[in-house]
């Protein structure tokens, strides 16, 4: 059994010499958007959380009144956040 010839031997790793494949930034822009989105999300309802018993307290609200209050708030974020990606969307392309 012959050896092959050390120039016609195919290299381990493809060549660097030609084009490089072009990365699809509309979903790296979009999965990131999508992160800063949820991370925001979530500090939003960590804060309400928190802030319930003193709104219950200062507003004299019942226990429905507040969860109907925070809930319009976690809907009004998801609106903001939405209209924020959008509109980062809409510059970025």
Do not use: K
């Amino acid at each position: 059994m012959a050896h092959a010839a050390a120039d016609t031997v195919a290299p381990l790793l493809p060549s660097s010499t030609g084009p490089r494949p072009r990365r699809n930034m509309f979903r790296f822009v979009c999965a990131s958007l999508a992160s800063m989105a949820t991370i925001l999300m979530s500090y939003n309802l960590s804060r309400m959380s928190g802030a319930e018993q003193f709104i219950r307290e200062d507003l004299g609200l019942s226990d429905a009144q507040t969860e109907v209050l925070v809930g319009c708030s976690n809907v009004l974020t998801i609106a903001l956040s939405s209209a924020f990606l959008v509109h980062i969307a809409l510059l970025s392309f």
